[in-house]
């Protein structure tokens, strides 16, 4: 089965758009967009209050992992297995995904910090996600 919303043809910055509007409405202070080396839009980082007070959230947006997860599957079109194709993919699958956990928000089955916990960033500017890896690796897990 190809990787989900892979015939897409939204433009990468409507679906940001979309993204910052689903935000906003779950009273997020901040929203910007994080760029790679190459000034291409890379992900989103906000803010907004919790109930342990501001945090600071960064969500990447690895359009380098959908292209080669389109590259290898047979059911995508040679024409689709490109750059710009993978990051409106990946772009749609991000906001996908942030609206499953503001389903779970909404529903009150869990907190965006709660479901965001991966992407919040510590004081030092590290993803909780990125710490629990080096402490993993730290103590040779």
Not at 83 to 93: E, K, L, N
Not at 104 to 123: F, H, K, N
């Amino acid at each position: 089965m190809p990787i989900l919303n892979y015939t897409t043809t939204i433009d990468v910055e409507k679906t940001m758009g979309e993204i910052n509007r689903a935000l906003a409405r779950r009273g997020v202070t901040r929203i910007s967009t994080l760029y790679d080396d190459h000034g291409v839009a890379a992900g989103l980082a906000f803010t907004m209050k919790t109930d342990y007070g501001v945090r600071d959230f960064e969500l990447p947006v690895r359009t380098d992992g959908v292209l080669a997860a389109m590259k290898a599957d047979p059911a995508v079109k040679p024409a689709q297995k490109n750059t710009a194709q993978a990051a409106r993919v990946a772009w749609r699958i991000a906001k996908d995904w942030l609206e499953a956990q503001a389903a779970l928000i909404d529903a009150q089955l869990a907190t965006l910090d709660e479901v965001m916990l991966p992407y919040m960033v510590d004081g030092g500017g590290q993803t909780m996600y990125a710490v629990y890896r080096s402490t993993q690796k730290a103590i040779g897990a």
